[in-house]
């Protein structure tokens, strides 16, 4: 099977290049072939949409649009015999952990076991899972880091212990939702939808390594695949990327790291691998130099002098987060009443949202 990556910065047309390949193969009618689009969560809508909005698509029954977790289901089916666990639960069983071998603790066992402290013990064990690390893999960690004179190395060993006591209390009883993804990636093999199937993923800036193991064994299943990453295609050799050679601080770094580590992968799991195609032309800010010239300059090093502000850009100064909330506020309002804007039109992005919370 062949693979083949469209690189482009943000609005060259990655997503839309997705959607018209999507519904060529459904025009083409090669009934026989799944298709598959594998983009993020809070996309599935907009890609569905985006593609019954086609003239040419009055429907379809042999597309799926999926999320990591919707594919997910479709591969083990549903687990009726144990329970799901929330993330709450998962944090009751962290606490109900600490509470229990505090004793057994360096550093931890002196904290106070509140909720804050399972809170975080359980996001880093997610985060554990995610990267297909064991609680063996953490008391490794732990010994190499033994002879540090700081409190890394008790801090490790405690997470082991607890990662190793959660392991344990969840077995035969619940769900691990952290580790289903990994149990997916068995049954790509088997599965009759992913058989021979054309693959589009898109709106992906990186995986976890859970996700890029299933990524890689649907690609091995697939007849073709296409993925798109947002990336500055000219600041990188497109063709032989390598993660050595790459810039951390890049703004697309995480995007340029993904990429590299997949072309290694696709390459060692002697996969055909394609031309990139490079798309370059900002397509969505067509009609807004100034919209564009921030894409194109707000990180870089060497601005270009190029686009005037205009309507398009504004830049207030408030007196207090209050006054910017009330502002932002007035702008929504007179949008939706004066401008034919509906509210789910418009978006609000904040650095830290808690800072505005209260007068949200």
Not at 67 to 72: A, E, H, I, V, Y
Not at 243 to 263: I, K, N, Q, W
């Amino acid at each position: 099977m062949a693979v083949e990556f469209i690189l482009g910065r943000s609005g060259t047309g990655k997503t839309s290049w997705c959607i018209g390949s999507v519904v060529e193969a459904l025009v083409a009618g090669n009934d026989d072939q799944p298709l598959i689009l594998l983009v993020p969560e809070q996309a599935t809508y907009q890609a569905e949409r985006a593609i019954l909005s086609n003239d040419r698509i009055a429907g379809y029954s042999r597309l799926r649009v999926l999320s990591f977790d919707r594919l997910k289901f479709l591969l083990l089916g549903r687990q009726s015999a144990k329970s799901d666990i929330s993330r709450l639960g998962q944090e009751m069983i962290v606490g109900r952990i600490l509470a229990k071998c505090g004793s057994e603790l360096e550093v931890f066992g002196k904290a106070e076991h509140g909720q804050g402290l399972a809170a975080e013990l359980t996001k880093t064990i997610i985060e554990l899972h995610e990267c297909a690390k064991s609680p063996s893999d953490v008391a490794e960690l732990a010994e190499r880091m033994s002879s540090h004179e700081d409190q890394a190395g008790g801090k490790f060993r405690d997470i082991s212990v607890i990662y190793q006591q959660y392991v344990e209390f969840i077995a035969g009883k619940f769900i691990n939702p952290d580790i289903q993804l990994s149990d997916a990636v068995k049954k790509v093999a088997e599965s009759e939808f992913l058989a021979g199937a054309r693959i589009w993923v898109d709106g992906f800036a990186s995986f976890t390594i859970q996700q890029r193991d299933i990524l890689i064994e649907m690609l091995k299943a697939a007849s073709q695949a296409s993925i798109t990453l947002c990336l500055d295609a000219d600041k990188i050799d497109v063709k032989n990327p390598s993660r050595e050679g790459l810039d951390p601080l890049s703004m697309f770094g995480p995007t340029e790291r993904s990429y590299a580590e997949l072309v290694e992968i696709i390459l060692k799991c002697k996969l055909t691998l394609s031309k990139p195609i490079v798309l370059k032309k900002p397509l969505r800010f067509s009609q807004s130099p100034a919209l564009e010239s921030i894409e194109s300059d707000l990180f870089a090093t060497d601005i270009k002098a190029g686009a005037c502000a205009n309507e398009d850009v504004s830049i207030i100064a408030a007196a207090n987060a209050r006054a910017e909330v009330n502002c932002i506020a007035e702008e929504i309002v007179r949008l939706v009443r004066k401008e034919g804007y509906r509210f789910r039109d418009i978006a609000v992005i904040a650095s830290d949202i808690g800072t505005y919370q209260h007068y949200i």
